[in-house]
């Protein structure tokens, strides 16, 4: 078991998901009550979490909302890309940030999940 499995397992316990694992893939992903996905992923010396909403409606105008707001936000805590992408047949706003692999404990990928989520909101907002 690798430090991420780790921290996976810890994360899972905080959020009341026991057993949180990465898939045979290298990412784990899950669907909250909110509508928003939560994913993590290994990428190499990085682990990348992403935080999608959904947005049937009005996909353009808030990607372009999001991208405004990655712009002038960048120097301000966690770096975001924001992206469109489509799952299910739905058009979803999609938040992701990176963070380095010997950093990215529970705690940590807690604070860029909510972090992330909150970053979503102003973009909502914006």
């Given at each position: 078991?690798?430090?991420?499995d780790?921290?996976l397992?810890a994360f ?8 949180l694992?990465?898939g ?10 909110s ?5 993590i ?7 990348l979490v992403?935080?999608s ?7 353009p ?7 405004k ?6 120097l ?9 992408r489509?799952?299910?047949g ?12 010997g950093?990215?404990g529970?705690?940590?990928l ?6 992330l989520?909150?970053w979503?909101?102003?973009a909502?907002?914006?």
């Open positions: 078991m690798n430090s991420l780790r921290a397992g899972g316990e905080q959020i009341g998901m026991d057993g694992a990465l045979p893939r290298g990412n784990l992903a899950l669907q909250l009550e509508g928003r996905r939560v994913a992923e290994a990428a190499g010396d990085e682990v992403y935080v909403d959904p947005v049937p409606y009005d996909a105008q808030r990607l372009l909302q999001a991208w707001r990655a712009h002038h936000s960048r301000e805590g966690y770096p975001v890309q924001a992206a469109l489509e799952q299910d739905l058009p979803r706003l999609l938040a992701v940030t990176r963070l380095p692999a950093q990215a529970a705690p940590a807690k604070l860029a999940v909510d972090a989520s909150r979503l909101d102003d909502r907002a914006a």
